[in-house]
Nanobody, 117 residues
Framework: QVQLVESGGGLVQPGGSLRLSCAASGTIFSILAMAWYRQAPGKQRELVARITNGGMTNYADSVKGRFTISRDNAKKTLYLQMDSLKPDDTAVYYC???????????WGQGTQVTVSS
């Protein structure tokens, strides 16, 4: 079982940037595909970005060109660089470890991101 702890959320003005981090423990991080999800109030949790153990990435259309997912296997850490933030990006962001099927195996506790002036 992998344990995941997110950090880096907060309040930012529209057009600003934040970087989220997700520290993993309890397993061999480098073999895992990882992802960031988010859930806004009253909405379903949605996939934001995903990265394979080989570094291949894919993004939701709503964040393409603004968000960048990356990983540091030596530090067992996943990142999400968020630029040009919009109020619609306001949500709780969750880190997830994925099974080979790409289904979620473990969730972090979530970190709040609020984009507001």
């Amino acid at each position: 079982q992998v344990q995941l702890v997110e950090s880096g959320g907060g309040l930012v003005q529209p057009g600003g940037s934040l970087r989220l981090s997700c520290a993993a423990s309890g397993t061999i991080f480098s073999i895992l595909a990882m992802a960031w999800y988010r859930q806004a109030p009253g909405k379903q949790r949605e996939l934001v970005a995903r990265i394979t153990n080989g570094g291949m990435t894919n993004y939701a259309d709503s964040v393409k060109g603004r968000f960048t997912i990356s990983r540091d296997n030596a530090k067992k850490t996943l990142y999400l660089q968020m630029d040009s933030l919009k109020p619609d990006d306001t949500a709780v962001y969750y880190c997830a470890a994925l099974r080979p099927s790409m289904n979620v195996a473990s969730w972090g506790q979530g970190t709040q991101v609020t984009v507001s002036s």
